[in-house]
C-alpha cells in the first residue's frame, strides 16, 4: 500500500524556521516527482512546491520563493521542505502528495500542523 | 500563473440529487485536470484525472468532462458521504494552481 506520513510541524515564531519530514512507502520513491500543499486554516488548497524524482528539478509558488527549499533522499524513501524566514501567513497543515506517471497528484499523507505566531 | 475558478462556492443539494459543479481556467490547459474531494480534518481525495479519468475505486457517479479552458464534475445521485468540499487543479504548467473550493452541503 502507498503511505506518506508528514511529520516536524509546529509552533515556531515568525522569522524562525523549520524542516518537514515526508516518509513514503509502498513504491518506487526515487521513479517519482513529489509535491508539497499546504491549506491554512479554513482556507482553500495552495500547491507550495514540487521535485522530480532524481532531485534534479524543483519548482516553488511565489509566494515562498526563496524562503522554502524542497528536497529528496531517495536511499531513505524520504522528502524534505526546509522553511526559512517563516510568516504568519505561512500557517498552515502541509501535506506532501505523489504525482502519479500520468502527471497529477494521486496520494497524499495526512498532513503536519505548522503554526507561525510570537 | 493560470488561475482556476470554480462555481458555485457552495450549493445545498438533497440525497438523490445530481450536482454538477463547474471549473474554468484562465487560460487553456488541455485536459490537465484533475478533481479532488476534500472532508473536514481530512486530506484531500484523488477523483478525477486528465479531466474526465476515473481514479480508481472511485463509484462511477463521479465524472468529468472538459478540455481547454471549461470543465464540470458531476455527481449522479448524491449521498450522504459525498457532502464535502471539492477542488479543481490544474497540472498543465507550474505553479500549479487550485479553483477555490465548492462546498456541498445538505439541503
Known amino acids: 500500500e502507498v503511505q506518506l506520513l508528514e511529520s516536524g510541524g509546529g509552533s515556531v515564531q515568525p522569522g524562525g524556521s523549520q524542516r518537514l519530514s515526508c516518509a513514503a512507502s509502498?513504491?518506487?520513491?526515487?521513479?517519482?516527482?513529489m509535491s508539497w500543499v499546504r491549506q491554512a486554516p479554513g482556507k482553500g488548497l495552495e500547491w507550495v512546491s514540487a521535485?522530480?524524482?532524481?532531485?534534479?528539478?524543483?519548482y516553488y509558488a511565489d509566494s515562498v520563493k526563496g524562503r522554502f527549499t524542497i528536497s529528496r533522499d531517495n536511499s531513505k524513501n524520504t522528502l524534505y521542505l526546509q522553511m526559512n524566514s517563516l510568516r504568519a501567513e505561512d500557517t498552515a497543515v502541509y501535506y506532501c502528495?505523489?504525482?502519479?506517471?500520468?502527471?497529477?497528484?494521486?496520494?497524499w499523507g495526512k498532513g503536519t500542523t505548522v503554526t507561525v505566531s510570537s | 500563473d493560470i488561475q482556476m475558478t470554480q462555481s458555485p462556492s457552495s450549493l445545498s443539494a438533497s440525497v438523490g440529487d445530481r450536482v454538477t459543479i463547474t471549473c474554468r481556467a484562465s487560460?487553456?490547459?488541455?485536459?490537465?485536470l484533475t478533481w479532488f474531494q476534500q472532508k473536514p480534518g481530512k486530506a484531500p481525495k484523488s477523483l478525477i484525472y486528465?479531466?474526465?479519468s476515473l481514479q480508481s475505486g472511485v463509484p462511477s457517479k463521479f465524472s468529468g468532462s472538459g478540455s481547454g479552458t471549461d470543465f464540470t464534475l458531476t455527481i449522479s445521485s448524491l449521498q450522504p458521504e459525498d457532502f464535502a468540499t471539492y477542488y479543481c487543479?490544474?497540472?498543465?504548467?507550474?505553479?500549479?494552481?487550485f479553483g477555490q473550493g465548492t462546498k456541498v452541503e445538505i439541503k
Open positions: 486528465a479531466a474526465s
Open positions: 521535485i522530480f524524482g532524481d532531485g534534479g528539478s524543483t
Open positions: 509502498g513504491f518506487s520513491f526515487s521513479r517519482y516527482a
Open positions: 502528495a505523489k504525482r502519479a506517471g500520468g502527471g497529477y497528484m494521486d496520494v
Open positions: 487543479q490544474q497540472y498543465n504548467s507550474y505553479p500549479w494552481t
Open positions: 487560460q487553456g490547459i488541455s485536459n490537465y
